[in-house]
């Protein structure tokens, strides 16, 4: 796997999570990252992108709730989850940005539920 996310879990509605992708420098540096999620039934979705300026874009449905961020010197990619909501359920992903076929992991899973 070359990329791999963890911090997922079972939260609360309400709650937060940190989601942490490690991987290699070079499928890392200098390239734009994002975080994508898949929900039960949904295709995978972009939920938020970071390039290699720390400029970054948002999904609406996660705006002012999540944060994306990484850092070059670990080659990790971070998503500060906050104020979940249940349809925040889903398996969340990290790639490049546009996504590589090649490059998607198992992924975390992220259950909103109370």
């Known amino acids: 796997v070359q990329l791999q996310a963890s911090g997922g879990g079972l939260v609360r509605p309400g709650g937060s999570l940190t989601l942490t992708c490690t991987t290699s420098?070079?499928?890392?540096?200098?390239?734009?990252m994002g975080w994508y999620r898949q929900a039960p039934g949904r295709e995978r979705e972009l939920v938020a992108r970071?390039?290699?300026?720390?400029?970054?874009v948002y999904d609406e449905s996660v705006k002012g709730r999540f944060t994306i961020s990484r850092d070059d010197y670990k080659n990790t990619l971070y998503l500060q989850t906050n104020r979940l909501k249940p349809e925040d359920t889903a398996v969340y992903y990290c790639?490049?940005?546009?996504?590589?076929?090649?490059?998607w992991g198992q992924g975390t899973l992220v259950t909103v539920s109370s």
């Open positions: 420098r070079n499928i890392f540096s200098r390239r734009h």
């Open positions: 970071i390039n290699m300026n720390d400029d970054t």
């Open positions: 790639n490049r940005w546009p996504s590589r076929g090649d490059f």
